[in-house]
Every structure is written in C-alpha cells, then in structure tokens.
C-alpha cells in the first residue's frame, strides 16, 4: 500500500526527532520574538506557541511508539547457536530458528549479544542476524 509506506517514511524515529528539534527552535524563536517586540501580535505568537506545543508532543508520542523496536533483529541462518560469551568455544544456551525476531543489544568484535522474547540474552554470529528498520 502506497499510502503506508509514505506514512512509515515520514514517521521514522528520525523525522520525528527532528520534528521535536525543529519545533523547539520555533518555540524558542517565537518566545523570544514576542518578549524582545513589543509590537509582536500576542494572537500569532500563542498561536505558533500551541502549535509547536502540539508537534512536540505527536512527535514525542510518535517517537514513544517506536522505541521498544529500534534495535530489533531477526535470524537470518537456521539453527543459530546462542553462547554464554563471545567466542565460539563458549557454552551453548539455546539455538535459534530462522526467522526468529530477537532484540540487538550490543556487538563485540564479530558478534552480537541479542536478547529473545522470553528476556534470554545470549551471543550470536553478527552475520547470523540483521537489524530491521521498521
């Protein structure tokens, strides 16, 4: 659909945060503008105020329902070894399918700690897995 994915590109987590960016420079220079003249229209100066207002809080809350998915993974090989450590001679906690949507927590050298749904956390092949940008 056409129609969601220009919404999906122009509600990424960074449009979004530089929505908030953009709309606290507006907050500011407005602020600032009607303070320093005084011949400044109160009527426009509260009304670019409730807007930028508004923006920063659709975006923050935009921004709110993106976060627990930003560093979201999936398995790309079969049967991927989850260890204890970063280093193939580590103990094994569990194996993943292909497929699986795990967490990426952090990376160390060629590996990637991931974490599962279930709050597993184990080691993994950096190349056995991928971010998503959502």
């Given at each position: ?56 809080g ?14 979201r993974?999936?398995v ?39 974490r ?7 080691w ?11």
């Open positions: 659909n056409p129609f969601r994915e220009k919404v999906a590109r122009v509600s990424s987590f960074d449009t979004l945060a530089w929505a908030i960016v953009w709309a606290a420079v507006l907050l500011f220079a407005v602020v600032v503008t009607s303070r320093l003249l005084p011949a400044f229209p109160r009527g426009l100066a509260r009304g670019v105020v409730s807007m930028a207002v508004l923006g920063v659709v975006a923050g809350a935009g921004i709110a329902v993106q976060w627990p998915d930003r560093n993974a999936v790309l090989e079969t049967n991927v070894t989850g260890h204890i450590a970063p280093a193939d001679a580590a103990g094994v906690l569990f194996n993943l399918p292909e497929g699986e949507t795990v967490r990426a927590v952090k990376s160390h050298n060629s590996y990637t700690l991931i599962l749904r279930d709050g597993r956390s184990g993994v092949k950096s190349s056995a897995v991928e971010r998503v940008c959502l």
